[in-house]
């Protein structure tokens, strides 16, 4: 994004420059000259198409930071069954978190593990563990420090949903990102 940023306002320079440069020509002394026209606030079509740029820069950064607020608030992370890779559709949230923790040296999260009934005890508080490593890892590889990020495993012991049906089951194969403390 940032390379598609730098673009855009070079073309926007590189525009408004050669608005610059024509509007400074000379004209033959047979021709008369005419009187720049301009929109009847009195802004010219270079001020003009400055303005509009800085505000659909602007409208970029709001939507940027709603998404990244948006992602903040996303805390709950779900596994398919059997399976410790987060799925890929929440690489983008993961990689604001990364940021917020990389931003903020300070702060730190707790990432529990869980998974469904399904599987003996054992194998699901390794699978919980398994579960809360694998985002850390990518947080960690995205900015993210180490000491900030504490995991946990409750395996099957802390259900989000009491039931034995593939809805419930899909609701409990998960991590959640807690704040330390």
Known sequence: ???????????????????????????????????????????????????????????????????????????????????AEFKAADRETLVYHARNLASNPSSSIRLEGHADERGTREYNLALGERRANSIRDFLIVNGASRNQIETVSYGEERPAVRGQTENAYRQNRRVEIQPAG
Do not use: H, W
Request: glycine content about 4%.
């Open 1 to 83: 994004m940032g390379t598609q940023l730098t673009n855009v306002i070079k073309t926007t320079t590189f525009a408004l420059a050669l608005i610059g440069l024509a509007a400074c020509s000379s004209t033959s002394e047979t021709e008369p000259t005419a009187p720049v026209a301009q929109e009847s606030s009195g802004e010219s079509a270079a001020a003009r198409a400055a303005r509009m740029e800085q505000e659909r820069l602007e409208r970029e950064r709001m939507e940027e930071e709603r998404r990244e607020e948006a992602a903040l608030n996303t805390t709950v992370f779900y596994f398919d069954f059997d399976v």
